[in-house]
């Protein structure tokens, strides 16, 4: 292994970040990370913090889940590879296959699709919806409708239903059919609405309206998060989701639930989707499947839209679909024993509780410092501090702000995300109390350090 000196030496020479500007990473390189334990990371300069990202959204389980880590070390002498295209697969992807059809009984997903992740996961599941409708003889049913503030990855599929600008504007034009509504977000809203319920209502009929004029022959699917994560930790009120799945219903539109994020224990619920008591028609998972040990996503299926594929004798149903590694035997080790090891610490019940910890703690920062303009959160371990020079017109901070943010409450202890004007919070799923409490006086620090 090289030293530190040139570690840091060829820090962003050679490497271009994700979801960063080359240059500005090669000016001020960022932090080298170099090992964790627990809910917590280690710098190179030996600095620990308490990783309020939780990787990014998907170290549920903290850095040193023993169980996954030995069954990736006791797969890659077993398998460490073969291909599950047709005519071949291996044993763990079906004794996976049959784990997650129990995990996700209450929304009756029964069938799942491996791939390498969140993005592969989203483009499987829109693909899949357009095959649906060919296969039950309505091919015009091509188009998606889907949120906007909402985050789907970064393949062209996903950054077409994306509804971040910064996601979408420097790759244009991206894929056709694709139409975006309001999201239900209290603090910033085309309909100057901040009561949750009255806003899911005008959301839902933006909805209806959107539905009426595209034509809803010509809807393949809605894609939506759940709760909204990348996008700033926006959660609807709770009748917004049941609303859409009912409108799905009704007009032959697929729900997909883009749970990439929400799955597996971090609203509180087992799933974002059985949070809000839905039970979509596909759900795209990853992340938290491996606990980040592996790259792996799946996309569960339910009986419904298996069905209509399974029954198939057209060859229409015939999947078109895959990567080299879906399936990956050593991901499908790291995820049996990572479904194992969260089902058995319980993480969701811990989620809840620490979760309502950080989002009370987050509201009392904003009651002593101005510079925060609003706090979301309150469904498990996803908080939001939205930003702003001005609470009165909800302006926007210079772009500075938020860094020195960041950069203070790292000098005090803990990794903290930033995303546009928004201080993010998604620490992993086995934090303490103590460690919580930690988070919020980082924070505190940071802002008194930086006031309005």
């Known amino acids: 292994m090289k030293d530190s000196n040139f570690l840091k030496a060829q820090n962003a020479k050679h490497l271009w970040h994700p979801m960063a500007h080359p240059a500005e990473m090669q000016a001020k390189p960022p932090a080298i990370i170099t090992a964790g334990e627990g809910s917590k990371i280690r710098d190179?300069?030996?600095?620990?913090?308490?990783?309020?990202?939780?990787?990014?959204?998907?170290?549920?389980?903290?850095?040193?889940?023993?169980?996954?880590?030995?069954?990736?070390?006791?797969?890659?002498?077993?398998?460490?590879?073969?291909?599950?295209?047709?005519?071949?697969?291996?044993?763990?992807?079906?004794e996976l296959?049959?784990?997650?059809?129990?995990?996700?009984?209450?929304?009756?997903?029964?069938?799942?699709?491996?791939?390498?992740?969140?993005?592969?996961?989203?483009?499987?599941a829109l693909r899949l919806a357009r095959q649906y409708h060919k296969i039950r003889g309505e091919a015009g049913r091509v188009k998606y409708l889907s949120l906007k503030k909402g985050y789907h990855?970064?393949?062209?599929?996903?950054?077409?239903?994306?509804?971040?600008?910064n996601f979408r504007t420097q790759y244009e034009p991206l894929m056709p059919g694709c139409y975006h509504i309001p999201a239900p977000y209290p603090y910033r809203n085309p309909f100057n609405e901040t009561d949750p319920a009255k806003l899911s209502a005008h959301c839902i009929a933006a909805l209806e309206d959107e539905i009426a004029f595209q034509g809803a022959n010509t809807i393949a699917a809605f894609?939506?998060?759940?709760?909204?994560?990348?996008?700033?930790?926006?959660?609807?009120?709770?009748?917004?989701?049941?609303?859409?799945?009912?409108?799905?219903?009704?007009?032959?539109?697929?729900?997909?639930?883009?749970?990439?994020?929400?799955?597996?224990?971090?609203?509180?619920?087992?799933?974002?989707?059985?949070?809000?008591?839905?039970?979509?028609?596909l759900m795209c998972t990853a992340k938290a499947i491996t606990n980040g040990y592996f790259p792996f996503?799946?996309?569960?299926?339910?009986?419904?839209?298996?069905?209509?594929?399974?029954?198939?004798?057209?060859?229409?149903?015939?999947?078109?679909?895959?990567?080299t590694y879906s399936g990956h035997p050593v991901g499908a080790a790291a995820a049996?024993?990572?479904?194992?090891?969260?089902?058995?610490?319980?993480?969701?019940?811990?989620?809840?509780?620490?979760?309502?910890?950080?989002?009370?703690?987050?509201?009392?920062?904003?009651a002593k410092h101005e510079l925060i303009g609003d706090v979301r959160g309150g469904h498990g371990l996803m908080t939001a501090l939205?930003?702003?020079?001005?609470?009165?017109?909800?302006a926007m901070p210079s772009k500075d702000v938020a860094g020195k943010i960041f950069q203070a409450a790292y000098d005090a202890g803990v990794m903290v995300?930033?995303?546009?004007?928004?201080?993010?919070?998604?620490?992993?799923?086995?934090?303490?109390?103590?460690?919580a409490g930690k988070i919020i006086a980082a924070l505190d620090h940071a802002f008194a350090e930086n006031p309005l």
């Open 44 to 94: 190179i300069n030996d600095n620990m913090l308490i990783d309020a990202v939780g990787g990014l959204w998907n170290v549920n389980l903290g850095y040193s889940c023993e169980p996954v880590k030995q069954a990736i070390s006791d797969q890659l002498q077993e398998l460490p590879y073969y291909s599950i295209f047709r005519g071949t697969t291996n044993d763990k992807v079906i």
């Open 97 to 124: 296959s049959d784990m997650l059809k129990d995990f996700f009984a209450p929304e009756g997903l029964s069938r799942a699709f491996f791939t390498s992740g969140g993005s592969d996961s989203v483009e499987i």
């Open 153 to 165: 990855g970064t393949h062209t599929g996903g950054a077409s239903v994306n509804g971040n600008a």
């Open 223 to 281: 894609i939506m998060e759940p709760i909204l994560g990348a996008g700033g930790v926006i959660p609807p009120h709770e009748s917004f989701m049941p609303a859409v799945r009912e409108i799905c219903d009704r007009h032959g539109i697929l729900l997909i639930a883009d749970e990439v994020i929400t799955a597996y224990g971090r609203t509180g619920s087992w799933s974002g989707s059985r949070h809000w008591g839905v039970a979509p028609d």
């Open 297 to 323: 996503g799946a996309v569960m299926i339910n009986d419904a839209v298996a069905e209509v594929f399974e029954k198939d004798t057209s060859g229409t149903g015939a999947i078109g679909s895959g990567y």
């Open 336 to 366: 049996i024993a990572c479904l194992k090891e969260t089902e058995r610490l319980k993480v969701n019940e811990n989620a809840a509780a620490r979760g309502a910890q950080l989002f009370k703690g987050a509201q009392e920062l904003m």
């Open 386 to 394: 939205e930003l702003t020079s001005d609470r009165t017109t909800k």
């Open 417 to 435: 995300r930033v995303s546009g004007p928004n201080i993010i919070l998604s620490p992993p799923l086995i934090l303490t109390s103590d460690e």
